[in-house]
């Protein structure tokens, strides 16, 4: 059966790629119809995505006009469905193209840049687990609720990890007030500089030859690129609290690097470390609820994160075919989080068994609740009640720096409201307990996927000449 008649203006003359593949030959239609509107020139606009660029994937109805009349509608699906899977393709790899000698996304996507990165996350997951626990041990968690009328205690445990990680001592934290009053010695504050946006073809490198000559400097943190501002970064400079902080950055902005502008202001402080979220989380529904998804974060956290594996028994004259504890562990973009294997590889998480044993009295649920959110906002930096992710904090001006808590007001909420919101919560936490969903391999294949193998060989035979046997030379 044919499809309904269409225009018969269509032009019989194709070039040997199909108008509707050819993507280059569309962006030059596009390209004429704007100067024919007077939009030249909107490209370079900000806050534009670069693979949303033009030109645009046609729709169903606009593929058709590219084809022949004598098409059927099976045909056509399946004709659109190619090019589809081919426009894309071609976008992935001149978005590859345009950005793969960026730091920004060789830090993302290259596997051994992002097999360091994670390596770090980890070195830092577990210092911060083993201050969470020198704490708990020594009773500062002790009658600390996450709600609100315990504002001060939450801040004073929350510096109280900064001053650890900042190498200070437990005579640093009883001074946590002489030393707010003594603003150039703080252990737990800093000032910094802010960088809004990062050229990106600036590296980190050209960033820390710039700042750490400065007196005070501390630590440099760059964000992730922003597709929506043409890839540039935001960029945190971190000084000792004492440092002449004003005079640093007029003098980074009387420098360039590369010929840019850094374009640096003195960043404030946080106004305020704590934040209230809706009351109905206080209900004792929401509150179970929530006990099983801090359990189900923390167990996929902990495993993400390499924490409780269990040390390999090390080699000694006596044993045999026992393998050596490396202490290391080597991690790919490829890498999965399987949490059937959770059991076998890893140890018990302290704080999870000591849920096991926890009542049913609403007291007994909160106290133990607001160990677990005190766990993750300490050792993984996730936010429970605002389901926000800190990871990279640690280089950040604030080390440990927000947390949003429960309102200590009672809500009115029947049964309704509490259903609801029973109802969306795992949505709400889906990012912390699973891993981003994967491209099957047989349409990563169709998008551009190479074989590793077969690219090495391809290469290789590239660039060599066989002058004798057994014997090459590189052309290189």
């Known amino acids: 059966m044919k499809l309904d008649d269409r225009t018969q203006n269509i032009n019989s003359a194709k070039s ?17 119809r704007k100067r024919r509107d007077g939009e030249e020139g909107r490209e370079g606009e900000e806050g534009r995505d670069e693979l949303d660029s033009f030109p645009v994937m046609m729709s169903f109805k606009a593929f058709l006009e590219t084809q022949d009349d004598s098409i059927t509608d099976e045909e056509a699906l399946i004709k659109y469905g190619e090019y589809k899977m081919e426009f894309k393709r071609q976008k992935i790899n001149e978005f590859f193209v345009s950005h793969k000698c960026q730091e920004w996304f060789r830090s993302k996507y290259h596997p051994q840049e992002f097999a360091d990165r994670q390596t770090k996350e980890e070195k830092v997951s577990w210092r911060r687990w083993e201050i969470f626990k020198d704490l708990l041990d020594k009773g500062f968690l002790d009658g600390v609720s996450c709600s609100s009328d315990q504002q001060t205690e939450i801040v004073k445990l929350l510096d109280s990890v900064v001053i650890l990680l900042e190498d200070g001592n437990y005579e640093d934290i009883k001074n946590l007030d002489v030393e707010e009053n003594n603003n150039d010695h703080i252990k737990h504050k800093s000032s910094s500089i802010f960088i809004r946006n990062l050229h990106p073809s600036l590296t980190r490198a050209d960033l820390m030859a710039l700042v750490e000559k400065y007196p005070g400097f501390q630590r440099l943190a760059i964000s992730e690129a922003d597709c929506k501002n043409n890839f540039s970064r935001r960029c945190w400079v971190s000084f000792q609290r004492n440092a002449k902080i004003r005079e640093i950055c007029y003098a980074i902005n009387n420098t360039q690097i590369k010929g840019i502008e850094m374009q640096a202001v003195v960043n404030k402080d946080l106004s305020k470390r704590t934040r209230a979220c809706e009351g109905m989380v ?13 359990v189900d974060i923390i167990k996929f956290q902990d495993t993400r994160q390499n924490l409780w594996k269990p ?44 849920v096991g044993s926890v009542g049913e009295e609403v007291e007994d649920l909160h106290s133990m609740l607001d160990k677990l959110i005190l766990y993750l906002r300490i050792v993984h930096s996730i936010d429970f009640y605002s389901q926000k992710d800190y990871r990279g904090e640690d280089d950040m001006p604030n080390r440990c720096g927000l947390i949003h808590i429960r309102s200590s007001n009672d809500v009115a909420a029947n049964d309704a409201d509490v259903e609801k919101i029973l109802n969306t919560r795992d949505e709400l936490f889906k990012s912390f307990t699973s891993n981003p969903a994967k491209v099957e391999e047989a349409e990563a294949k169709k998008l551009g996927l190479k074989d590793e193998e077969f690219e090495i060989d391809k290469f ?10 057994d014997k090459w030379l590189c052309t290189l």
């Open 282 to 294: 206080s209900h004792p529904s929401v509150v179970k609820k929530d006990l099983k998804i801090a």
């Open 16 to 32: 040997s790629l199909p108008k509707a593949y050819d993507v280059e030959a569309r962006e030059r239609e596009e390209k004429k």
């Open 311 to 354: 040390k390999t028994p090390e080699v000694t004259e006596n044993s045999e075919n026992v393998p050596p504890n490396t202490g290391t562990s080597e991690s790919t973009p490829e890498t999965e989080v399987k949490p059937e294997q959770q059991s076998t590889t890893l140890a018990v998480n302290p704080l999870l068994e000591e």
């Open 460 to 469: 290789v035979s590239a660039n060599s000449q066989e002058l004798a046997k």
